[in-house]
């Protein structure tokens, strides 16, 4: 550990370093900067910070967090573009404003990024950007674009009196989505064959071929079994990469058995939810078990404002109700969904990663415990 005077330190009683290995105990974290450069038994010279339990910082990995805004009327929320059903350009990033409330709150409780989505009333809804709680306007806060939203079941069909060309029927979605990845992939043979070049493509269909040929991955609403056995039909169809998005109507093993041979990843959730429609009739925390129990690579969502963001951990409780570990917990909400989202520098409290964590005044999970102390990437957020 390097011993620069320059370098800040937390001493940690308990440190979740996010992942399922067990908790080190009475250890420091040392930071230079925004990166951390040891955890070491051996307490370093420098400034030090705050003493507790740490854990990494929360990663939202669903939300619309910045879309639909705290105090604002929902004739203000901007989570879907109602022109057309496919919308493989939009950019989610460019409906966010930083100025949300709600931001504020997230980071007082620990949670420091947000994967933001737009919302599921287009089959295509547009990229997601995974993005910083704590920045001061949408260029500092972004740090890539996991994907592109889609979303099958309900949502898309409930949309007819918006513009385009809109589905009545599950089936009827699936037709126009189909219809267009044939499309791209049409395009993408020729581009191939050279008897066309991408110049010659429309945008959206370069932004579907880009889903096709494996540049960007589809985040994908889907609640109930059988859409999501249709979602695995459409990638073994077409090759597209997917994540499952929600799947809050899984009430069974059985279900999971199939991701788990198709190796799909899930972003969970949100448990906490009202089921306020008939695709969720089967919700229920209890679903948890299932795919608690599965070997599943999986994180969790607040699908926010659906919950609240600041309420992200408070839905590790079922986890522990179903035999997950404290540490197996924080790590859905962290080193997971950093996994799931394709980011190596947040999520884990590890030399060289970034030093974005949380100091407690007891364990987490614990009803009476409280931040002493926030840090993100170096920066120190509230203490």
Request: hydrophobic share 40%; net charge neutral; proline share 4%.
């Amino acid at each position: 550990m390097n011993d620069s005077t320059a370098m800040k330190y937390v001493r940690a009683s308990v440190l979740y370093d996010g992942t399922s290995n067990a908790a080190k105990k009475n250890v420091f974290l040392g930071f230079d900067g925004k990166r951390i450069v040891g955890i070491s038994t051996k307490e370093p010279k420098g400034e030090l910070i705050a003493d507790g339990i740490v854990t990494p910082a929360f990663i939202d990995g669903h939300s619309h967090i910045g879309l639909a805004r705290s105090g604002e009327p929902s004739s203000e929320e901007e989570g879907n573009e109602r022109m057309d059903p496919m919308l493989p350009l939009v950019n989610v990033l460019d409906s966010v404003y930083m100025d949300d409330s709600a931001f504020k709150e997230s980071i007082e409780h620990g949670v420091l990024y947000s994967h933001v989505m737009p919302g599921s009333g287009n089959i295509i809804g547009g990229r997601t950007a995974l993005i910083r709680n704590f920045a001061g306007d949408i260029h500092d806060a972004l740090i890539s674009n996991p994907g592109i939203k889609a979303a099958l079941g309900f949502n898309p069909r409930s949309t007819t009196d918006w513009k385009g060309n809109r589905p009545t029927t599950r089936m009827g979605a699936m037709s126009i989505l189909r219809n267009e990845l044939i499309k791209a992939s049409k395009a993408y043979r020729l581009v191939k064959k050279k008897r066309k070049t991408v110049d010659d493509l429309e945008p959206q269909t370069e932004a579907l071929m880009d889903i096709l040929n494996g540049k960007q991955r589809l985040m994908v609403h889907v609640h109930k079994e059988d859409d999501i056995v249709n979602l695995i039909g459409l990638i073994s169809e077409f090759g597209f990469r997917a994540v499952i998005n929600h799947a809050g109507d899984v009430h069974s093993s059985r279900l999971w058995e199939i991701v788990s041979r198709e190796r799909l990843q899930v972003i969970y959730g949100p448990v906490d939810s009202f089921a306020y429609k008939v695709e969720l009739k089967h919700e229920n925390w209890r679903n948890v078990r299932f795919i608690a129990e599965s070997n599943i690579k999986y994180c969790l969502m607040t699908d926010h404002p659906v919950v609240l963001q600041r309420n992200l951990f408070l839905q590790l409780r079922f986890f522990l109700r179903y035999g997950l570990t404290k540490e197996q917990s924080v790590s859905l909400i962290s080193g997971n969904a950093a996994e799931i989202l394709g980011c190596d520098d947040i999520g884990i409290l590890e030399r060289g990663r970034m030093a974005s964590f949380t100091v407690w005044n007891k364990d987490p999970f614990s009803l009476d415990a409280w931040p002493l102390a926030v840090v993100g990437e170096g920066r120190t957020l509230l203490s």
